[in-house]
């Protein structure tokens, strides 16, 4: 990970996009919040990764 990498910040904005595809999904009944929030924490992680091409391409 970045040395400058806010950590507690991090961790809010992934656990933010999994409580909204959450919510998401509960209120609308559907199941395609949890890819897009899948493709923004793999996005989110690319921006504070060291070494971004040891995460996935795609998901």
Not at 9 to 37: G, T
């Amino acid at each position: 990970m970045a040395a400058d990498a806010d950590v507690p910040q991090l961790v809010f904005e992934l656990a933010a996009f999994l409580e909204m595809a959450n919510a998401e999904s509960v209120l609308h009944d559907e199941i395609a919040c949890y890819a897009k929030a899948a493709n923004a924490i793999l996005n989110r992680l690319r921006g504070v990764a060291t070494d971004p091409s040891a995460l996935p391409t795609s998901l």
